[in-house]
């Protein structure tokens, strides 16, 4: 059974960075990153495709988020750059069903959730 795990969130100033891993076991999956901040909905920010190329939805973050793949490690990264106290939310990566291989925005198009990862920016 898939399991995902994400880590390496924390506190980190304005400005700062962070990168989110993702790890995945069994096969290669079409992964999305998600956040959620208090009283807010899900929002999609991107989404790694099976062979590695990447989507950012959040216009937000366009600039300052890249999403990747390591195939051999089986991890999928967010890195988060000039963060500000706005992207202080929970992080999630969640996959699509394994023979899926195009991208979307959507949460309920995932079928597996990891646990999320707590970001808080703020100085």
């Known amino acids: 059974q898939l399991q995902l795990v994400e880590s390496g969130g924390g506190l980190v100033q304005p400005g700062g960075s962070l990168k989110l891993s993702c790890a995945a076991s069994g096969s290669t999956f079409v992964i999305g990153w998600f956040r959620q901040a208090p009283g807010k909905e899900r929002e999609a920010i991107a989404c790694v495709f099976k062979e590695g190329g990447s989507v950012i939805y959040a216009d937000s973050v366009k600039g300052r988020f890249t999403a990747s793949r390591d195939a051999a490690e089986n991890l999928v990264y967010l890195q988060m750059s000039s963060l500000k106290p706005e992207d202080t939310a929970v992080y999630y990566c969640?996959?699509?069903?394994?023979?899926?291989?195009?991208?979307?925005?959507?949460?309920?198009?995932?079928?597996?959730w990891g646990q999320g990862t707590q970001v808080t920016v703020s100085s």
């Open positions: 969640a996959a699509r069903p394994g023979a899926v291989t195009v991208c979307t925005s959507a949460p309920r198009q995932y079928r597996t």
